[in-house]
């Protein structure tokens, strides 16, 4: 595992700026990044989100909404989840 330490400036809004060659190599999302505060050390390292596709088919929903209009469905949607309260 490769380790690299280096000095960075925090600007006056708590800024730092990433390397160009390391968002390049380790983020799929340019923009996004988690950052792990412990033991006063920051950790920051590159988001992976959760891979969910395999969960879009388990589960069953009896709706009767359009599934080409989101709005409706996420309505109805809602709509059931505030009836199971």
């Given at each position: ?24 190599k ?8 988690v ?15 959760e ?35």
């Amino acid at each position: 595992m490769e380790q690299i330490e280096m000095l960075k400036h925090v600007d006056a809004q708590g800024r730092i700026v990433l390397p160009k060659k390391w968002r390049d190599k380790h983020l799929k999302d340019p923009h996004s990044v988690v950052m792990l505060v412990k033991d006063g050390e920051i950790v920051v390292k590159a988001n992976e989100p959760e891979d969910i596709s395999d969960l879009i088919d388990s589960v069953e929903l009896n709706i009767k909404s359009d599934l080409g209009d989101w709005n409706d469905v996420r309505k109805e949607l809602y709509d059931i989840g505030q009836k199971k309260k």
